[in-house]
């Protein structure tokens, strides 16, 4: 179902988008509180271990629990709502953008557009078109996420307002280039994994019956997401801390701050001071949420797909019995 498949395609582009809109917003609601928590791994500057001086956050655990006792359980849900706008306005961008690059693939060139190189390219230049897209709303996102107590950002008018007011329109594009570069791969490996691994799966155990092939699905969306997580992991982290950038002082309840002048700077401060480590700080609650995600955007879109299918298929039979 993800991708064109011109056997058994039965959803249109627009209908493509609105199912990949649903998907977002599901998944987000039930990862909110993984992202939380990774997000402010990635940006302790101190190791994530409990014998390091000053370190706030050192396990999953001990995290989940520091934060609800100082911030309460709306803690774990912080920017949920630029975090929506985010997941509902990429997910239509990018399932919209997969469907017609793989059906444009399959009308104007010779390659399969089941093929899970297709898959790879397609899937990369998808996510890319929705990340430019809404890269402004996850700069929100990282920044309500990352802020502690007293709040700096009231709302999220408040914060659009105060952001512009201060730092100008670029600031809402800061980590953009690490961003495309690591959104590339990462979703393209995604893309191409999920295929490779549906297809495996199919060939191994055959479905038996729909339940068995929501399973599946939700599987190998969440081995996908583990793998590309891990392979493009450092350029997330680095993303994370330039978006910060400029916001030193409401992070100072956290621990250390740091200011990067720019990607290549970000890259040998971490290198200096953390080491090869400190690119992979958050790890842990990130592939956590890499497989719960990908596993539910996946499964849940095909699930929309089919409801569409379904839905589409009776109002035809319907008008066809008048």
């Known amino acids: 179902m993800v991708g064109y498949d011109p056997e058994a395609k039965c959803v249109?582009?627009?209908e493509a988008a609105?199912?990949?809109?649903?998907s977002g917003f599901v998944t987000r609601v039930l990862v909110s509180p993984l992202d939380v928590i990774k997000i402010r791994f990635q940006l302790q500057i101190e190791q994530l271990s409990s014998r390091t001086p000053g370190a706030k956050y050192y396990g999953i655990l001990q995290a989940v629990q520091c934060i609800f006792q100082e911030e309460g359980l709306g803690a774990f849900w912080k920017g949920h709502v630029p975090a929506q706008f985010l997941s509902v306005g990429y997910g239509a961008v990018q399932f919209m953008a997969f469907e017609s690059l793989t059906k444009l693939v399959h009308n104007v060139t010779s390659y399969n557009a089941r093929d899970s190189f297709v898959h790879f390219i397609c899937g990369g230049l998808a996510a890319c078109t929705a990340t430019v897209a809404v890269q402004p709303v996850d700069t929100l996102r990282t920044r309500f996420a990352a802020q502690g107590?007293?709040?700096?950002?009231?709302n999220l008018r408040h914060a659009v307002v105060t952001m512009y007011q201060t730092?100008?329109?670029r600031t809402f594009y800061r980590g953009l280039t690490p961003t495309i570069i690591a959104i590339f791969p990462y979703a393209g490996l995604q893309f191409s994994f999920y295929n490779t691994l549906k297809q495996l799966s199919e060939w191994m155990i055959p479905a038996e019956g729909k339940e068995g092939g929501n399973v599946k699905n939700l599987v190998c969306g969440s081995c996908a997401g583990i793998i590309s997580k891990t392979l493009t992991y450092p350029f997330d982290l680095i993303?994370?801390?330039l978006q910060v950038g400029g916001f030193e002082h409401a992070r100072a309840a956290f621990g250390q701050v740091r200011i990067y002048r720019g990607l290549l700077d970000c890259l040998?401060?971490?290198?200096?001071?953390?080491?090869?480590?400190?690119?992979f700080k958050g790890l842990s609650p990130s592939l956590l949420k890499a497989a719960v995600s990908t596993g539910l955007v996946f499964f849940s879109y095909e699930l929309f797909c089919s409801l569409l299918c379904a839905l589409k298929n009776t109002d035809s039979n319907k008008r066809k019995e008048s």
Do not use: N
């Open 12 to 14: 249109s582009t627009v």
């Open 149 to 154: 107590e007293p709040k700096v950002y009231h």
């Open 239 to 241: 993303k994370k801390r």
């Open 167 to 169: 730092e100008g329109p």
């Open 268 to 279: 040998r401060q971490i290198m200096q001071e953390e080491g090869l480590g400190g690119f």
């Open 18 to 22: 609105a199912a990949g809109s649903a």
